[in-house]
């Protein structure tokens, strides 16, 4: 069946079909976790309902003009396309896609797009093809494509169904990608800050860097994680430490960057990081290096300083990897926060160096000195203070030669402190830059007095001079860490305000007494509430009465003290159903921040994967007792073949007196009875010999309806209703009577005080999830149905177990449903059981619809016994079996050489002529199956007939004619009659 509707199929059908298949489609994404399962799954229902060769879903580089197909769907012998498909290799129709117009080509050597392309199309199945563009804020993103490998054409229902399911599977895969990129950006966060924490007590570089490789090598599993640093020729690397795994070696020493090929030395020296999922890419000379550090796979992440490559952080792994963008995103991340840290702990490790020459200078007199005559307008430097000016002669200098070194930025306000200093007669103290002679910037600090005459006039001023520039450039270093600290600390607060807006999980602030103080907008997705219907409102309002004394007593109260963690309670949604939580917990101040992760969903999976298992075992158990039934059928069949051989000759013999008739007759009718004990037997074990073929079910139950109303009594009326238009069913004819008399008897026997017995057949449509569970289609349904007393749900749970019966002892074997169980099952169909106490009992069997019309009925008379002729070869290891078919064959006129075994029988045939062979089916050495295909070959005249247990029939190919253990006279004759 293909497309939407089937030949005379209206457009409301067609409309309804399509509406089915996309309630399917959401039940099925509804399951599914990864966007590719989703993609794949939209695919394989439309490529299967629309009967085409291929069906897919991928994203699109619209730069590239490429597709990225992860999984497709493909009918039976057509080849996957998964990978890089580039648009312009099979025409010119990315042009449309690129428009955001859907592309339709009913046949690619007919489309202008396609026709010189078509020979490339039709190596990939796709004669005939569909491209549905599915575009995101104007943007060309994904694209959902259909391919047949004939011409084809599409109707208008057919790319309508297409266009909703793109749409709903783009929806569907970005939900399912945005939820996957919210967990990883969690997990990121948790493990930055874990890093964080552990990398602020760090004093110095190597230690933070020792942290950082472990934590970021354990966090991405890689097998070595390491940094280096650089040296000035930009070449030579030195790998000062690293992480690496319990199986992989330390790779710390001092390596050529260029030894690591072209591509490594551009790409880092350029600022970019340098990715390689297999280093077998870079050719064998830049390979080399890695293999030799154990490196099949590897990023390496660059630092740049002022324009040069001076650090590096590298993750390598020993096999090779396709990395990801999140592994990539983290490596950047981690990296240059821990440069950021590193470079902090060196500014701060300068500060203090730079402090400690402070106090060495004061201590050994390295703090220069200047003295300035204010009256002669003249001063003098001492040696230290020309060696931190870059002068070599500090002797009768002038304002103007002083000024000339102070930095032109800084002149005007170094002068105004000056005069200030003069007028006012205070110590002052201040920093400046200067440019020394040889172009050096410097930063000084400069302190002093000012010394007056008796007067109070100013006479000259004396003071010191230190240079301060380390401590100035740590400073300023230490200012822009702690700027690039506060953006972080923003940062990480607007991403954690982010996930309480974006998370999928309902988020709570709960007070002391348990009222609601913030709620996150997951709130109205999860339970359909506005914010407003719940905040000051108790948290324990919403939860379900069974579990609300455990919450409050236990979870909130716990919470309270320290963390608690997957704890489940139910919470009323809106609309009055019952949502299962799973929930998390911490303590505030005077607050508990809780997080609860609905489960619903999660919990009916695992209630109905325990029902499934519980199905299972009891499947199990039947297979078992079925399999034991089986056996023990099968050798009571060789127990009843001489039983009933002996004594329908004894029937038959003259000389016997009427009490020996009756006796003979009565012993025959109980061998008969446990013929149809082991007939039922073997129902049951779904082993019995069946020749199935098209059954005319109506014209059977007419035909048994008289023979089930003389036998069910005046008090139950037998009704028949038969579909007028039935097919025929694919069943045995005789099982099925056998069958429908069984469940006649036992509707009989379910009505003491009489009742109405109904027989009904018709055809009837299953669709998916149906109850019987047998695969979507038509199937002609039997129904057996009474007015009786019913059965409650214990009984009808074991009322298809062998030997269990409610008829009480010696009124019923107990195989009855079994029987028609077994026999529906082994057909290809099913039975269901319907009951109530006091309404009655209906059996319903779904039998498969045969694929010819129903032969007329066989009206062949059975051949009469006597009067044959001709030498029969008798083959059978069983001796008592041989007795008894000797002489049946005898009364029937044969002559009769005997054999025990396949062996046996070909040395006598290879020296005398017989008419027929008749051998058992299983014996010691030969078979009977291989036994007369040795026949056939070499005794071509021959006829043969294996005969053998039922259990065994399977076994012996369809073409060779059979007669089943134990049989009767007649069916011995008749058998060897239809040889000719």
Not at 767 to 792: F, I, K, Q
Not at 861 to 889: F, M, Y
Request: glycine share 10%.
């Amino acid at each position: 069946m293909t497309g939407l509707a089937d030949d005379g199929d209206s457009g409301g059908w067609a409309i309804a079909r399509r509406y089915e298949m996309l309630v399917d489609l959401a039940d099925r994404f509804r399951d599914l976790e990864e966007p590719d399962a989703i993609a794949y799954a939209a695919a394989e229902m439309l490529g299967q309902r629309l009967g085409v060769s291929r069906a897919g879903y991928g994203t699109i580089d619209k730069a590239a003009e490429t597709i990225r197909i992860e999984r497709d769907w493909n009918a039976a012998g057509v080849e996957s396309i998964a990978g890089v498909l580039h648009f312009r290799d099979y025409g010119s129709y990315v042009d449309d896609l690129k428009a955001g117009r859907t592309v339709v080509v009913a046949d690619a050597e007919r489309d202008p797009r396609t026709a010189a392309t078509a020979a490339s199309l039709k190596a990939i199945s796709a004669q005939s093809f569909v491209n549905m563009p599915v575009t995101e804020r104007g943007g060309f993103v994904a694209l959902l494509f259909l391919n047949n490998a004939t011409a084809r054409p599409w109707s208008e229902d057919e790319l309508e169904l297409i266009r909703d399911v793109a749409g709903r599977t783009r929806n569907a895969v970005a939900r399912r990608e945005a939820e996957q990129a919210l967990r990883r950006n969690e997990a990121r966060l948790r493990f930055l800050d874990t890093l964080a924490s552990a990398t602020a007590q760090a004093r110095d570089a190597d230690q933070v860097m020792a942290i950082t490789t472990q934590a970021l090598g354990e966090q991405l599993g890689v097998s070595d994680c390491a940094y280096a640093d650089v040296e000035p020729d930009e070449d030579m690397l030195n790998i000062r430490g690293d992480w690496h795994a319990a199986d992989a070696a330390s790779i710390v020493g001092r390596y050529s960057l260029a030894s690591f090929g072209g591509l490594a030395v551009a790409s880092l020296k350029g600022g970019h990081p340098l990715v390689v999922d297999d280093v077998a890419q870079l050719g064998p000379e830049g390979a080399k290096a890695f293999l030799d550090i154990g490196a099949r796979a590897t990023i390496c992440m660059p630092f740049l300083k002022e324009g040069r490559l001076t650090a590096l952080m590298a993750i390598n792994d020993a096999k090779p990897r396709r990395w990801t963008a999140d592994e990539l995103g983290l490596l950047r991340e981690v990296t240059e926060r821990s440069w950021a840290h590193i470079e902090r702990a060196r500014a701060e490790a300068a500060l203090r160096a730079s402090e400690g020459r402070l106090r060495l200078a004061v201590e050994g007199a390295r703090i220069g000195t200047w003295d300035w005559d204010l009256g002669k307008m003249r001063g003098n430097w001492s040696a230290r203070t020309c060696e931190i000016m870059g002068v070599a002669n500090g002797e009768d200098l002038t304002p103007d030669q002083r000024l000339r070194l102070i930095h032109p930025d800084d002149r005007e306000r170094v002068s105004e402190i000056i005069r200030k200093l003069i007028k006012s007669g205070e110590e002052f103290s201040t920093e400046y830059r200067i440019v020394r002679p040889d172009g050096v910037v410097r930063w000084i600090a400069s302190r002093g007095v000012v010394q007056r005459d008796a007067d109070g006039r100013a006479l000259r001023t004396t003071g010191i001079v230190r240079d301060v520039t380390h401590r100035r450039e740590a400073q300023e270093g230490l200012r822009a860490l702690n700027e690039t600290l506060e953006q972080q600390v923003a940062e990480r607060t607007a991403e954690r305000d982010r996930m309480w807006r974006l998370s999928g999980d309902l988020m709570l602030v709960v007070g002391r007494r348990w009222d609601i103080r913030a709620v996150n907008p997951a709130l109205g997705a999860l339970l359909g509430y506005e914010p407003a219907e719940v905040l000051g409102h108790r948290f324990t309002r919403f939860v379900h009465p069974d579990e609300r004394d455990v919450v409050v007593a236990r979870a909130i109260r716990a919470a309270a003290t320290g963390p608690l963690r997957d704890f489940v309670a139910r919470l009323r949604a809106k609309d009055g159903s019952w949502r299962r939580f799973a929930w998390t917990a911490a303590p505030g101040e005077g607050e508990a921040y809780v997080i609860g992760r609905d489960v619903t969903e999660e919990v009916e999976r695992r209630e109905e994967l325990e029902r499934a298992q519980d199905a299972l075992r009891q499947a199990q158990k039947m297979e078992s007792l079925g399999q034991l039934t089986g056996g023990v059928a099968h050798d009571f069949n060789n127990l009843l073949t001489p039983i009933i051989g002996s004594l329908d000759l004894l029937r038959r013999s003259q000389g016997a007196s009427d009490r020996e008739q009756r006796l003979i007759g009565a012993a025959l009718e109980s061998a008969e009875r446990a013929r149809t004990l082991v007939q039922r037997l073997l129902a049951f074990a779904r082993r019995q010999p069946l020749r199935p073929g098209p059954v005319d079910l109506g014209a059977l139950i007419h035909g048994m309806s008289n023979l089930i109303a003389s036998t069910s009594g005046p008090q139950i009326k037998v009704s028949v209703d038969v579909a007028g238009d039935l097919p025929p069913a694919l069943a045995d004819a005789n099982q099925l009577e056998m069958a429908i008399l069984n469940l006649s008897v036992n509707a009989r026997d379910a009505m003491p005080a009489g009742g109405r017995l109904t027989l009904a057949a018709s055809s009837e449509a299953i669709g998916p999830g149906h109850r019987s569970e047998l695969p979507p289609g038509r199937y002609v349904r039997l129904a057996v149905a009474d007015s009786g007393e019913g059965m409650d749900d214990e009984t009808m749970a074991r009322a298809i177990e062998p030997f269990f019966s409610t008829k009480g002892i010696g009124k019923g074997t107990g195989l009855g449903l079994s029987m028609v169980h077994g026999l529906t099952s082994q057909l290809g169909g099913a039975m269901l059981l319907s009951s109530k106490p006091g309404l009655g009992t209906l059996v319903e069997l779904f039998l498969p619809i045969a694929g010819s019309p129903a032969a007329a009925a066989d009206k062949r008379a059975t051949p009469s016994t006597g009067g044959a002729a001709g030498v029969v070869l008798l083959v059978d290891d069983e001796i008592l079996v041989r007795a008894a078919t000797r002489e049946l064959l005898c009364d029937l006129g044969y002559q009769v050489v005997e054999a025990q075994s396949g062996d046996e029988a070909l040395d006598y045939l290879a020296d005398n002529r017989v008419d027929f062979v008749v051998t058992d089916h299983l014996m010691p050495g030969m078979s009977g199956t291989d036994l007369v295909r040795t026949i056939q070959a070499l005794h071509p005249a021959v006829k043969t007939l294996i005969v053998s247990g039922y259990a065994e029939l399977e076994g012996i190919s369809p073409d060779l004619p059979r007669l089943a253990k134990p049989f009767r006279q007649e069916e011995l004759a008749a058998s060897l009659a239809a040889l000719g």
